[in-house]
C-alpha cells in the first residue's frame, strides 16, 4: 500500500490535535456569548469533522470491519482525547471544558458518515445493485439455501 493513500488519514489527525491543544483556549475567543454557547458549536463543529473524516479514512483505507466495529472504535478513541482534555484541563486549569458537545459532536459526524447507508439496496455503492441481475453460469445447478427457521 503506498504512502499517497494513508495520507487521507492526515486532515483528522491534525483536526484532533487542534482540538486537544487549543480546547483552552476556545473560551478566550467568546466574542461577547456566553462561553458555553460558543464552546458548544466549536466543539460539535469540530469533533462531527473528525469523526467524520476519521470514519471516511478508514472505510477508504482499511478494509473488511463492519460499521458498527468502526464506529465503536472511533468513538472509543475520540471519547479517549476528550477525556484526557478534561484531565488535562482539570489539573492546570480553573475553566473547565463541557464535554457534552464534544461527545454531541462525535455523533453527529458518525450519524453523518452513515447517511449513505440509510438509502439501503438502492445506493449503487452499497446496495445490491452492485452485484450482477444474472447467473454467471447456466449450465450449473441452482442451489437455494434456506434457514430452517423460516416459516
Known amino acids: 500500500m503506498s504512502i499517497t493513500r494513508w495520507l487521507i488519514w492526515f486532515p483528522p489527525v491534525v483536526l484532533l490535535v487542534v482540538a486537544m491543544i487549543f ?3 476556545w473560551g478566550l475567543v467568546a466574542f461577547h456569548l456566553p462561553h458555553t454557547i460558543v464552546y458548544g458549536f466549536i466543539a460539535i463543529l469540530i469533533y462531527a469533522l473528525t469523526s467524520y473524516l476519521m470514519d471516511l479514512a478508514w472505510r ?17 478513541l475520540l471519547l479517549l482525547c476528550i477525556a484526557a482534555e478534561e484531565l488535562y484541563l482539570l489539573l492546570t486549569s480553573d475553566m473547565r471544558s463541557d464535554w457534552l458537545p464534544s461527545i454531541v459532536g462525535v455523533i453527529v459526524g458518525l450519524s453523518i458518515s452513515s447517511l449513505p447507508f ?17 447467473r454467471r453460469d447456466l449450465s450449473r445447478r441452482l442451489v437455494i439455501a434456506a434457514d430452517f427457521h423460516w416459516k
Do not use: E
Open 23 to 25: 480546547a483552552p483556549c
Open 60 to 76: 477508504l483505507t482499511i478494509k473488511g470491519h463492519p460499521t458498527y466495529k468502526r464506529h465503536l472504535a472511533i468513538f472509543g
Open 118 to 134: 440509510t438509502l439501503g439496496s438502492r445506493n449503487p455503492t452499497y446496495g445490491w445493485t452492485l452485484g450482477l441481475n444474472k
